[in-house]
């Protein structure tokens, strides 16, 4: 599966990126569109100041916690063209913020396969894993 110009099945460009995994990055979601760039990737670069690299499915749980950490991914913004996140949504969330809802018991699952490899660089691998979405 390592092979660079295998097509993502969201975006129409070869992966450049990679996952936890060492494997091409996939695509985390569409619907809603996520990611920094907004490309359905949770790809990150220099502006990327909150290191949105985990690809997450949001649980009504972890909505109320963020919102109570002064993040409210649930309410709409249209203005933004965010349309607010519920549960079951996949959405790519910043590396700092899984690891504090992972040490408060509340940390959504991931997807691997759409989780940046600079993840690794906040978070362990074996934490990653144990709260996998897929088998």
Not at 8 to 19: A, G, L, V
Not at 27 to 46: K, V
Not at 80 to 100: N, S
Request: hydrophobic share 35%; charged share 20%.
């Amino acid at each position: 599966m390592d092979n660079p110009t295998s097509l993502d099945p969201i975006r129409s460009q070869p992966s450049t990126e990679k996952n936890i995994l060492g494997e091409p990055l996939a695509a985390c979601s569409t619907a809603p569109m996520t990611g920094f760039y907004r490309n359905g990737c949770c790809e990150t670069g220099a502006q990327d100041q909150g290191v949105h690299v985990v690809c997450a499915e949001v649980t009504a749980e972890f909505l109320a916690y963020t919102k109570a950490q002064g993040n409210d991914l649930s309410t709409p913004h249209p203005a933004y063209g965010f349309p607010g996140l519920k549960p079951g949504d996949y959405w790519c969330l910043c590396a700092a913020r899984w690891q504090e809802a992972l040490d408060d018991g509340v940390a959504p699952r991931v997807k691997l396969a759409a989780t940046h490899i600079r993840a690794l660089e906040y978070l362990s691998l074996d934490d990653l894993k144990q709260h996998a979405a897929e088998s």
